[in-house]
């Protein structure tokens, strides 16, 4: 049986098709200003690549900021719920999931059935969110998959005076004019979203093994400063941001099977 | 408001001046004996008019009608103020905001000043500073929020305040964050809402954060609201329904931290005179201002 998950997210949307419990496709696309839109094009797009159609699907779920856009899906189920799922359906020995996503960060606690013990997520703030590292890389005029290799070869990271990514900006844009190396500015941004990471962490028990997932993910030189500044040896999924979609399918599909 | 050097009774020849170098313009305040504002400019300080401190000193001497070798005691004060070569003493903008305030308006108990950097709200007492609590680390609570959603509305800043003083609908921006504030005012236009309720609604956004800050002290009457954010003439109809209360702005509300720093050179140059201690000053050239380390 095939089963979808559709995760609308502020900056990205991401949709899976699993079959039973494989994996089978996965789309990100920006979500651009119509949520709606994008949620169509995910599942158009995962339809043709599986050569399916819609009666094929058993069950779809939305879950994301964007959730109620997306008109054929069955349901709409919380984020925290979703990312939980995923990790653990991909790492089932996983306490922790911290998820660095477009407006904010997570720290879950997960049980061995994947549900949610606790949880506490950032306030609406750029500096504390991926978004910080999407600003920057465009000051720096960088792409966002150079901005992790770019920061691990920096042995000089700078500190960011203010936790601001307004202020940030600016700040980078001083550092550029000053002829800071690019890759010390974009290390400062892994130390800074580290140390955000490493407050909100305090607010709730962090137990090993942990799993780090969302866009930030994907930012490797993040993954390495995390490692260092809260001494914990996260795993990584290999698509870290499609978790959230793939737990929504997840959810679909275990609540097909239970009824 | 300013006189000419020249007119002021033979006696009165000392002058003083406060230099203010914030993190968007420099400003420039020269005053006599009388604490009399002689002349007053204003000039960017921006990233790439970092040293511009002499310059704008340079443009207030000349509409005085001064020499700096006329001034006795020279005050700088502001986020840039430990560089300024020609300087006699620095003193924080905290200290010179509540002296420039108290001084335009005697009966002022809370001074809250929004500039293009940071926020702040100062407790004054017979013009001396007894608290204060600032915000500089987050932008949404600053002037800087306008700034940057006006440019994302392609709207000059200037023109903000007047366009929110026209809107009849109530828009709240969820959003604390400028940086999604700006994605939400986009989504907020492609919903159709109209612009001015828009802007009306992000300077109640800025309005209900600056007066979040002010609470944590008490906040008692006359308030007086200063630095760029004041000139709005929205911000100020925002600032009074969050405060509930009424709200004074000086005629140049840029200005009470150089003309605070003015005051204050007077005073410490009379007290060391008065004392008999010579006091020491910078040699009088006119030297750009090494704003940062180069």
């Known amino acids: 049986m095939w089963f979808m998950g559709i995760d609308i997210g502020s900056a990205y949307s991401k949709g899976v098709i699993i079959r039973d419990s494989e994996l089978a496709a996965y789309r990100v696309i920006p979500s651009g200003a119509n949520y709606q839109t994008a949620a169509e094009t995910i599942r158009q797009e995962l339809l043709r690549q599986l050569k399916l159609s819609q009666d094929d699907i058993a069950d779809t779920v939305a879950t994301g900021s964007g959730a109620n856009n997306v008109a054929f899906a069955s349901r709409q189920v919380s984020d925290i719920v979703c990312t939980a799922r995923g990790i653990n359906s991909i790492f089932p020995q996983v306490k922790t999931a911290i998820e660095v996503a477009g407006q904010s960060t997570k720290v879950i606690r997960i049980n061995e059935q994947g549900m949610v013990t606790n949880f506490t997520v950032s306030e609406k703030c750029a500096a504390g969110s991926g978004r910080f590292i999407e600003v920057i890389a465009n000051v720096l005029r960088i792409d966002l998959k150079d901005f992790g290799p770019l920061s691990l070869k920096s042995k000089n990271p700078i500190t960011f005076g203010t936790g601001c990514a307004v202020f940030g900006e600016s700040e980078a844009i001083t550092r550029v004019t000053e002829g800071i190396p690019k890759e010390d500015i974009a290390a400062g941004v892994n130390k800074a979203l580290a140390s955000k990471i490493s407050s909100l962490v305090k607010k709730i028990k962090l137990e090993e093994p942990c799993a780090l997932c969302g866009g930030g993910a994907l930012n490797t030189g993040l993954v390495k400063t995390v490692e260092q500044e809260l001494n914990i040896q996260p795993l990584v999924p290999p698509q870290p941001q499609i978790i959230t979609a793939l737990g929504a399918a997840v959810t679909a599909r275990t609540s097909n099977l239970n009824t | ?294």
């Open chain 2, 1 to 294: 408001m300013r006189q000419s050097a020249k007119n002021i009774s033979p006696e009165v020849n000392l002058y003083f001046a406060g230099v203010d170098i914030g993190s968007t313009m420099t400003k420039v305040v020269l005053t006599d004996t009388a604490d009399r504002i002689l002349s007053a400019i204003k000039g960017p300080t921006g990233p790439e008019h970092r040293q511009l401190a002499n310059e704008v000193m340079r443009m207030a001497l000349e509409q005085a009608d001064l020499q700096l070798g006329d001034i006795s005691y020279i005050v700088a004060t502001g986020y840039g103020r430990v560089n300024v070569p020609f300087a006699d003493d620095q003193i924080t903008e905290l200290s010179c905001h509540a002296r420039g305030v108290s001084s335009l308006f005697p009966n002022v108990r809370t001074a809250i000043d929004i500039g293009g950097q940071d926020a702040k709200c100062m407790k004054t007492e017979k013009g001396k500073l007894v608290d204060f609590v600032m915000n500089d680390k987050c932008a949404a609570g600053t002037g800087r929020f306008l700034e940057v959603t006006a440019a994302t509305l392609g709207i000059r800043l200037e023109d903000m305040g007047d366009i929110a003083l026209k809107s009849t609908k109530k828009i709240q921006i969820s959003n604390l964050c400028t940086i999604f504030a700006q994605q939400e005012v986009v989504a907020l236009l492609s919903r159709g809402e109209k612009l001015e309720d828009i802007i009306a609604g992000l300077h109640d956004a800025l309005a209900s954060r600056v007066a979040a800050l002010a609470r944590r002290l008490k906040i008692e009457p006359d308030v007086v609201l200063t630095g760029g954010v004041a000139k709005n003439i929205g911000m100020v109809k925002a600032m009074k329904e969050s405060l509930g209360c009424e709200i004074l702005v000086p005629e140049e509300p840029l200005l009470t931290g150089a003309l605070g720093a003015a005051i204050l050179a007077k005073e410490i140059y009379m007290k060391a005179t008065a004392e008999g201690e010579p006091i020491p000053t910078k040699p009088r050239r006119l030297e750009k201002a090494t704003f940062f380390q180069q």
